[in-house]
């Protein structure tokens, strides 16, 4: 089964987004820690954030949500330190950084599995095929697809509501890539936000609902949404419908909606030595706490890779 991580991903490179060596910062930098990107890593960020200002009083970190798109804007400006993303950087967007001179190490922190839920008084569906969630949410269905019963006939003649991210959302991006076969690539007529938790809501107080986000937030809300198991067609991907689980999600089974997420660090912010200790505190405690928020643990493998690689950034002469 191909993994959805890629060779880039696991190599750990440092993006060349700028020619030359990273220069510190002068000692009038402020001392807080910025971090803003994707609202499905925000839970990873969160909580790595709480333990470590509870392990260093004086530090002050703040996680912002304004979207993979909308943080990877305010890390190529400089304004951040760190961003989160729910996708890998686009060309585009290190060609940003590039112009801006911003070098970056890119860290995979954790899986997550896409969760497609409904309503749990939502009677007739336990799963959908991904031509149906294409049929569902391509561009040719705005205005066209709107009832339960044009995706399979069985099912009742009610109108479908849609709750999905909005479209800076490294979760959106992924979603129409993975199901359409192309990034951003949409109908326009749902309810979005890039916010999960606004989505959450709407599809728990909304019968005729169907949404998508992270699997974290289906967990922490179990009890208002219910699952939707997922069949990608293809013989490798086991016997039917498959829902995300840590098992289905880290051996790929889970396809096409497994992924990996990670945290991107500008390389010349770690000339401050508390952005450093933050770092070294999410490669550390990273582990424990993405399964405490869940999501599901990279590979001890690719957790060394990413100390390695900081390690290596930090010290070049080693």
Known sequence: MKRVLSALVISLSIAACGGGASQPESSSAPTVIAIDGSSTVFPIAEAVAEEFQRANPSARVTVGTSGTGG???????????????SRPIKASEADTCRAAGIQFIEIPVAYDGLSVVVHPRNTWVTSMTTAELKRLWQPEAQGAVMKWSQIRPEWPDREIHLYGPG?????????????MGKAQASRGDYTASEDDNVLVQGVSGDEGALGYFGFAYYEENRDKLKLVAIDDGKADNGAGPIAPSSETVRNGTYAPLSRPMFMYVNTAKLARPEVTAFVQFLLAQGPTLVTDVGYFAISDAELQQARDRVAQTLSPSR
């Open 167 to 179: 479209t800076d959302s490294g979760t959106f991006d992924y979603f129409t890539e993975a199901v």
């Open 71 to 85: 943080g990877f804007q305010k890390f190529c400006r400089g304004e951040t330190d760190l961003a989160n993303a």
